[in-house]
Nanobody, 111 residues
Framework: QVQLVESGGGLVQPGGSLRLSCAAS????????MEWYRQAPGKQREWVANIVSGGITNYANSVKGRFTISRDNAKNTLYLEMNSLKPEDTAVYYCSVHGHWGQGTQVTVSS
């Protein structure tokens, strides 16, 4: 079955950086569009970014220019490089493919 395992979250100060990873199994990773979402406390889950099989990327306006989504098809792994982090980026971050979700990884941006 499809399994998605996120990692790399943590506590970081405003302006800092983090790199999230999502290890995927049970799918033909290289042909699928992969996505990152996030859910802040008390808010609905929101889409963050996606990357199609050919490498084209798309971003929410709130993270454009600060976050970079990438993939390593040889490792079946999705990444999210997050720079210039803000307190409003605090959320649980999830990777997703075809309606499947990982367990999420907590990102907290606070001084």
């Amino acid at each position: 079955q499809v399994q998605l395992v996120e990692s790399g979250g943590g506590l970081v100060q405003p302006g800092g950086s983090l790199r999230l990873s999502c290890a995927a199994s049970g799918i033909m990773f290289r042909i699928n569009t992969m996505e990152w979402y996030r859910q802040a406390p008390g808010k609905q889950r929101e889409w963050v970014a996606n990357i199609v099989s050919g490498g084209i990327t798309n971003y929410a306006n709130s993270v454009k220019g600060r976050f970079t989504i990438s993939r390593d098809n040889a490792k079946n792994t999705l990444y999210l490089e997050m720079n210039s982090l803000k307190p409003e980026d605090t959320a649980v971050y999830y990777c997703s493919v075809h309606g499947h979700w990982g367990q999420g990884t907590q990102v907290t941006v606070s001084s």
